[in-house]
């Protein structure tokens, strides 16, 4: 098989795996339908992307070809708005989503005088030379801004979520945004990939050009399979926030403008810890900030203050660091050596046993087990 067959193979595969979680994601029955056709939409338009690796084989329709080229821009809008949905729980689609569809629209129109509405052999001439035309090299700039545009859009919508998680929730753990993150680092590397690839296809480098889309159709493949893996192994992972949450560097200045002294913040956090070793509330696996406020009836705004400001820690870390203390204690006792691990991180507040060792690491250096046996 030579390289031109198996880059083929590999799209068809892509094609094919993209297509069948397509169909997984618009028919499984879940309450959150907005994401799953998000993605499911964000798929579609990948396949389309890559089947024209071989559409030649079996569609001779040049418009069709103008479509799934066109098509690509549509591709980040998705997956923009599916990171969206999947982040903040207030998010519905709006009118004003259909901006995004710009840039779609502008590549057909610089399309319709060249390609839709020639006919016979001029269309034939500009399919066989476009990637020279002036048009496609039009069409291209469009791609790279919004791509890039897209991608920075996506890396800041990650690190508003990543703020308001840490400074109002606990468990679960932050896995949503890790996976995230790294599915648009995999994004990047492929469009790095692309990007090569069509320089290269100005050059006479040929075999370089085949090997390079080889590698971004076959890491398309992967991204997509990992997903679905993801998806099985961690049912727990998509805990969403209300991106209305204000962040505490928000408010921060009028609060501390106030007549608080020193005197009476310092009173305010004895009296929270005082209450976070007596009572226990971090052993509610889904406790939040403003649970914890109305617990020891400080507003949420000034409790966010304290905690982030003058503890410096987040509210993440602030609870976490009490359940991990709880733990050490538990895994010390001697009467309490039947209990495995995994019952202990249930009891001192964590549901997942990966948010339980990277925090307990991260305090004492070292995993439970470890800890128990020194």
Known sequence: MDKLSFLEVIAAIAVFVSLLLSVFLLTVKTERKLESRLFAAFLIMNAIDISGIFMHLFVDSYNLKAFKISAYLLVMPLFYLYVN????????????????????IAANLILVPKLYLAEGAAKVDFFTTMWQSPEMFVYQLIGELQFFFYIVAVFLILKKYKKIYLENYTNPNTLLYKWLFQLTLI??????????????????????????????????????????LKAL?????????????????DFTDTLEAENKTDETKSIQIEQLKKFMVEKEPFLEPSLTIQELADQVNIPVRELSVLINHHINQHFFDFVNEYRVKKAM?????????????????????????????TS???????????????
């Open 329 to 357: 204690t538990i895994l010390k006792d001697p009467t309490k050596k039947e209990y495995t691990v995994l019952e202990i991180l249930y009891e001192v507040g964590f549901n997942s046993k990966s948010s339980f060792h």
């Open 233 to 249: 192994n961690y049912p727990e992972l998509f805990r969403r926030v209300d991106s209305t949450l204000p962040l505490t560097e």
């Open 187 to 228: 994004f990047l590397f492929i469009h790095v990939c692309l990007i090569f690839k069509n320089i290269i296809r100005y050059t006479t480098h040929n075999d370089l050009f085949i090997w390079l889309h080889i590698l971004a159709g076959t890491s398309f493949l992967l991204a997509a399979c990992w997903f679905i």
């Open 85 to 104: 949905a999947v982040c903040y729980s207030d998010f519905t689609l709006k009118r004003k989503h259909l901006l995004h569809l710009i840039p779609f």
């Open 360 to 374: 307990f690491k991260k305090y004492t250096n070292q995993t439970p087990t470890a800890f128990r046996n020194s």
